[in-house]
Structure formats: C-alpha cells, structure tokens
C-alpha cells in the first residue's frame, strides 16, 4: 500500500505561480511512475503530466506543455508539479497519482483557483 499526502493548492492570480507537492509513504519502493490529474465540476478526470521514477521520462497535456513542470525526488518519494503563467481555466482539482503496474494509489485532491 502508498499513501498519498498532498499540499501547495491555493489562490492565485492570472500569470501566477504554485508548486503542488505530493509525498508517498509505506511501500515506495514499488512505485514506478507519477502523474498529476485534474478535475473540474461536472467533468472527468484528465492527466495533465507524467514521469516514470527510473529515468525521469515526462509527458504533458497540451493544455499545459511550456508552462507546468512535473518532476520528482526519488530519495523524498516525492512529487511535484511546477506551475507557471497559470490561467483561469487550469482552475481545478489537482489529483496525485502513483502506480507500481498493478495498483493505483490517488492524493485527496488539492484546490487550485486562478482569479482573472
């Protein structure tokens, strides 16, 4: 089992910055990659970028390709999305997410608002 513990949501302006962490306890040593989703009300949740633990492979929506981050500390068992020039439509719920291959393991959710 993984647990997930998210922080870094908040308020912040159009063209503002945040820095979401996520930190993994109990059998990290399984997880092979890392990934932040986000939901907004009334629609699913969509993958917004990806790493893989060995090599550090990355992929991004669209939507965020220039302007986010995703990166993570092996030795931490830690993620993080880096958030630049952030617009009122990346207002959402960001979502944690981690896989071993076989199971899922999600973050409770962290609220980003990005005022106009």
């Known amino acids: 089992q993984v647990q997930l513990v998210e922080s870094g949501g908040g308020l912040v302006r159009t063209g503002g910055s945040l820095r979401l962490s996520c930190a993994a306890s109990?059998?990290?040593?399984?997880?092979?990659?890392m990934a932040w989703y986000r939901q907004t009300s009334g629609n699913e949740r969509e993958v917004v970028a990806t790493?893989?633990?060995?090599?550090?492979?990355?992929n991004y929506d669209n939507a965020v390709k220039g302007r986010f981050t995703i990166s993570r500390d092996n030795a931490l068992n830690t993620a993080y999305l880096q958030m630049n020039n952030l617009k009122p439509e990346d207002t959402a719920v960001y979502y944690c997410?981690?896989?071993?291959?076989?199971?899922?393991?999600w973050g409770q959710g962290t609220q980003v608002t990005v005022s106009a």
């Open positions: 109990g059998d990290t040593a399984s997880i092979r990659s």
């Open positions: 790493i893989t633990v060995a090599a550090g492979h990355t």
């Open positions: 997410y981690m896989t071993n291959g076989f199971s899922a393991y």
